[in-house]
């Protein structure tokens, strides 16, 4: 790891270094919290969680042959050398902003209330089609997470790609801290985390912390169709680009065709021309992330045949709209999260598919005072959005059953007051031939329902 002696680890964290003078000149070949990943050169931090001290495996990773450990205690008699800090989770994040800056590389941030996942896929599989691109893994997008995304960078890459996710104000203006993005992506703003920013004026405030670190002459790239964002003309005296569906974005897109759960395509437009795509994965919102991947790729030099390759080029992930042939049926696991904008999308997708369609959705979370009109809303939605049964597992999404029901009262609605009793009942309600959507928020465990599923 570039520059990361352990000498310069406790200058980049205000650490003191306390081991032997002739470790402090050896680099970290790694950095990790896990102490399952804590072998040969590793630097171990050591973080005090919830139900696990970190503390407590330092002697078990120096037995691994880890060179070293960060540590917010005094370590008597401790068999590897450690740098001592009040607090590990700031040092980590010390560090890693350090480390990036050593690297001197671009860097892609990308925040929003829905679609940061796809579109950091999606402008990762672009950019690839021109470099080496090191990209944010699974949830690793919070304070912990994107420092231990940073530490995965080695001197090959040349370039990164990192989601950012909040919940807090202030949150995004200490990742963006760390990150110093040359391009800010920004998905949309919509109605997520209330419960702490309110509403959605308060969540473009916190997503716009971005730009307190973006360097200068940075881009950002924002959806113009999007009201909040909209609003946003320039950032640090430069004009934002814009994309969206609307002709006056800078880049756009029309002739927008469904094909089922084989994906969508369009054709996308741009100063440099325009060009057909077939997007692999369904749904209108990845529409936006193939424009968002194209604005990103001209700013980064590619060609639009590049661009289109590498948006052709791209995969699903599990619980993210990732599609599974079992049992007769096909299955769509969308659950790694939901909140109303995410639900009402993946239910328009589904009335393309094939076969009966039937929807199996969760309660979602964080939605603060106005929890309740937003799952009825997402009911009633759920009425007209032509599918051929709703079920529904818990408490909030009993008010989503009732205001589907309501809209709809041909519609095949049920409901269970929790995600086992569902269940207990998954034989008799879904069938071969169907196409079953599994959506709720994280918390709800609901991939349990796909796993369940494939089984029978």
Excluded: W
């Excluded at 949150?171 to 920004?186: G, N, Q, Y």
């Excluded at 920013?197 to 969540?203: A, E, F, P, S, W």
């Excluded at 995969?315 to 042939?325: A, D, P, V, W």
């Excluded at 939605?381 to 041909?410: F, V």
């Amino acid at each position: 790891m570039k520059n990361l002696t352990l000498e310069h680890i406790a200058l980049a964290c205000g650490g003191t270094y306390v081991g032997a003078e002739n470790k402090k000149s050896v680099c970290a070949e790694s950095i990790t919290t896990d102490s399952r990943n804590a072998d040969k050169g590793s630097l171990f931090v050591a973080i005090k969680g919830a139900r696990v001290d970190g503390h407590d495996f330092i002697s078990k990773v120096a037995e691994q042959g880890a060179l070293a450990a960060l540590s917010e205690r005094e370590l008597p008699d401790c068999p590897i050398p450690y740098i001592r800090v009040e607090s590990t989770l700031q040092a980590v994040k010390d560090i890693a902003e350090y480390y990036l800056e050593q690297l001197e590389i671009p860097v892609v941030g990308i925040t929003g209330s829905v679609g940061k996942t796809s579109t950091k896929e999606m402008i990762a599989a672009v950019l690839a089609q021109k470099y080496n691109v090191l990209k944010t893994l699974g949830n690793f997008n919070n304070e912990l997470g994107l420092p231990l995304t940073v530490f995965r960078l080695r001197e090959e890459h040349e370039i990164a790609v990192l989601e950012m996710g909040i919940n807090h104000f202030g949150e995004m203006h200490r990742l963006a801290r760390i990150a110093k993005p040359d391009t800010c992506v920004i998905t949309n703003i919509g109605y997520c985390h209330l419960e702490n920013l309110i509403d959605r004026d308060g969540v473009l405030k916190a997503k716009t912390e971005m730009f307190d670190h973006m360097k200068p002459g940075g881009t950002a790239i924002l959806n113009g169709d999007d009201d909040k964002l909209a609003t946003v003309k320039e950032v640090h005296g430069k004009k934002a680009v814009y994309f969206g569906l609307n002709p006056e974005n800078e880049i756009y897109a029309d002739e927008i065709e469904p094909k089922g759960l084989k994906g969508i395509s369009c054709r996308i437009h741009t100063a440099a021309g325009s060009f057909s795509v077939l997007i692999p994965i369904p749904g209108r919102h990845m529409v936006y992330n193939a424009l968002a991947g194209t604005a990103v790729g001209l700013q980064y030099g590619l060609i639009l045949e590049q661009i289109k390759e590498g948006i052709e080029s791209l995969q699903s992930l599990s619980g993210r709209f990732h599609i599974i042939e079992a049992n007769g049926m096909t299955i769509v696991d969308d659950c790694y999260n939901a909140n109303p904008m995410s639900m009402k999308a993946s239910l328009d997708v589904l009335k393309d598919a094939l076969g009966r369609k039937v929807a199996i959705l969760g309660d979602m979370g964080e939605l603060g005072e106005n929890e309740s009109a937003l799952h009825a809303e997402v009911g009633e939605h759920a009425a007209n959005a032509g599918i051929d049964c709703l079920i529904c597992a818990g408490t909030l999404s009993k008010g989503l059953a009732e205001a589907a029901k309501k809209t709809n009262p041909s519609l095949l609605v049920m409901h269970y007051d929790t995600r086992e009793e569902l269940m207990g009942h998954l034989g008799t309600l879904v069938k071969p031939g169907d196409t079953v959507l599994v959506k709720a928020s994280h918390a709800m465990q609901f991939e349990k329902i796909v796993e369940a599923l494939q089984k029978m």
